[in-house]
């Protein structure tokens, strides 16, 4: 893999936490994309991580003359501020794969917290390239020089359903979880839903600051509404309500016959959160048969476990096929887990799911 960053603390940083790694191996390193370009002519990575703010030219400009001439998968490394959540959308819409997020100060000492995560993030793209599947990182034997955290279920944050839960409500609700590559097969998918669609609640995996962006530029290309969900927030018919990234999980809740959104804080569940198995369990306990759930492109296994207890409490699931797919692990998970009625390419989901509320009505 490849390298780009102006600092030479992160491109030093980035090339030792990446290396612990055996699956990775960097290649070179680049200070601007006219030296990233220069080792291009001589070697082709499996995997780009590119800075997006340099001197001489930026990332989004590199991106974009990179997707046009020689595709490769590109992880984008982006500041959390509100114009550096702006410009990883935009490069998430020029192709990116994914967007690994630092913060403008301590970010050697971030960077190494998170090695976790960005070795995935960087296996999942190459993943995107070899067509192969990355498995999960609880799956993988420790690896001398990262300290593997505990991957903790959806039990650390709300209690599994009980079998004998009633739902008396008939209202119907859907639910959405997604990863690596959902930011555009979202955008397919909410584009597709009609204004007389039930309530809509996604959880994408994405930084703190860049779900509010994202939500924004849905609402503006969608017939349905979408925002960013708050705390409390009603699910309403037309409505399609993003998870904010960062420090809290989102939730289903009901009060009578309305379903509203809960924030809770908590710990990484399947190493995210928000995490959608939180949000599908919360589906399952509080909506039951009255849900669909859909899983999406992604990477690990975030999600199955909680599509699963969604079906035993009633609910109807759809996966996204591997053909559409960016990454097919969090669906393909599901289906192993036996969580899913259905398996539909990205452009059916939306049609078919309209369908069957439809029968049902």
């Known amino acids: 893999m490849l390298i780009i960053d102006d600092s030479a603390v992160v491109r030093q940083t980035m090339k030792h936490i990446l290396e612990q790694d055996p699956q990775i191996k960097v290649?070179?390193?680049?200070?601007?994309?006219?030296?990233?370009?220069?080792?291009?002519?001589?070697?082709?990575?499996?995997?780009?991580?590119?800075?997006?703010?340099?001197?001489?030219?930026?990332?989004?400009?590199?991106?974009?003359?990179?997707?046009?001439?020689?595709?490769?998968?590109?992880?984008?490394?982006?500041?959390?501020?509100?114009?550096?959540?702006?410009?990883?959308?935009?490069?998430?819409?020029?192709?990116?794969?994914?967007?690994?997020?630092?913060?403008?100060?301590?970010?050697?000492?971030?960077?190494?917290?998170?090695?976790?995560?960005?070795?995935?993030?960087?296996?999942?793209?190459?993943?995107?390239?070899?067509?192969?599947?990355?498995?999960?990182?609880?799956?993988?034997?420790?690896?001398?020089?990262?300290?593997?955290?505990?991957?903790?279920?959806?039990?650390?944050?709300?209690?599994?359903?009980?079998?004998?839960?009633?739902?008396?409500?008939?209202?119907?609700?859907?639910?959405?979880?997604?990863?690596?590559?959902?930011?555009?097969a979202l955008r397919a998918f909410i584009e597709a839903l009609p204004r007389q669609c039930p309530g809509v609640v996604v959880v994408q995996h994405m930084p703190e600051k860049f779900t509010a962006s994202f939500a924004q530029r849905l609402n503006s290309q969608a017939d349905v509404s979408v925002s960013e969900a708050r705390d409390n927030d009603p699910v309403l018919a037309g409505h399609v309500l993003i998870a904010p990234g960062g420090a809290r999980h989102t939730m289903l809740k009901r009060n009578g016959d309305s379903y509203f959104i809960s924030l809770k804080e908590g710990p990484l569940v399947t190493r995210h959160r928000p995490s959608v198995d939180v949000l599908f369990r919360s589906a399952a306990r509080y909506a039951g048969k009255n849900a669909i759930g859909v899983i999406m492109t992604g990477m690990g296994d975030d999600g199955a476990r909680g599509m699963k207890e969604m079906k035993d409490a009633g609910a109807y699931n759809i996966a996204q096929d591997e053909q559409s797919c960016v990454v097919f692990g969090m669906p393909k998970e599901a289906i192993r887990h036996g969580g899913v009625d259905r398996v539909l390419s990205l452009n059916q989901i939306a049609p078919h799911l309209m369908n069957k509320i439809e029968a049902a009505r």
Not at 69 to 76: A, G, K, L
Not at 81 to 99: P, Q
Not at 142 to 164: C, E, H, Q, R, Y
């Open 27 to 184: 290649m070179a390193t680049a200070s601007d994309p006219y030296i990233a370009a220069e080792k291009l002519r001589h070697d082709i990575p499996d995997v780009i991580t590119l800075d997006i703010e340099m001197p001489r030219m930026d990332g989004l400009t590199f991106l974009q003359k990179l997707m046009h001439q020689h595709p490769i998968p590109v992880v984008m490394c982006s500041s959390l501020t509100e114009r550096g959540a702006e410009a990883g959308i935009r490069a998430l819409e020029l192709g990116a794969v994914e967007i690994i997020t630092k913060p403008k100060i301590g970010v050697q000492k971030f960077l190494e917290e998170a090695q976790i995560t960005i070795c995935d993030v960087v296996k999942a793209a190459a993943g995107v390239t070899t067509t192969k599947l990355i498995p999960p990182s609880s799956s993988r034997p420790p690896v001398s020089g990262i300290t593997v955290t505990p991957k903790l279920t959806a039990d650390a944050i709300l209690s599994a359903p009980s079998p004998a839960t009633s739902i008396q409500t008939t209202e119907k609700i859907v639910v959405v979880g997604a990863s690596t590559g959902g930011t555009e």
